[in-house]
């Protein structure tokens, strides 16, 4: 069994900035690929981040790229989403998840490819 624990979200203003950690604990951190994905209310869950096992393959939506920056550190079974410029459309609850499977573009942006979620963490960005 895998877990996945969120922190960092918060309240903040547009314009500025959030980092997101994501702790996995449960099983060699460094098998899995991650994925950040966030939900508003009355809204399907969507894409963010992902990135590989190893770090050095990263996704990004359309809508956050040049903003947002996904990374991680094996050493501490941790996943990071740095959010800079942040604007009220980016308001949800945020959620990290992860996976075995055969990882890619095509793959990564898809909810039901990961097998393990965190219970998510708010940000709510002010106008």
């Known amino acids: 069994q895998v877990q996945l624990v969120e922190s960092g979200g918060g309240l903040v203003q547009a314009g500025g900035s959030l980092r997101l950690s994501c702790v996995v604990a449960?099983?060699?951190?460094?098998?899995?690929?991650m994925g950040w994905f966030r939900q508003a209310p009355g809204e399907e869950r969507d894409f963010v981040a992902a990135?590989?096992?190893?770090?050095?393959?990263?996704y990004y939506s359309d809508s956050v790229k040049g903003r947002f920056t996904i990374s991680r550190d094996n050493a501490e079974n941790t996943v990071y989403l740095q959010m800079n410029s942040l604007k009220p459309e980016d308001t949800a609850v945020y959620y990290c998840a992860a996976t075995s499977r055969v990882f890619g573009s095509w793959s990564a942006p898809i909810h039901y490819e990961y097998d393990y979620w965190g219970q998510g963490t708010q940000v709510t960005v002010s106008s």
């Open positions: 990135i590989s096992s190893s770090g050095v393959t990263t």
């Open positions: 449960g099983r060699t951190f460094s098998n899995y690929a």
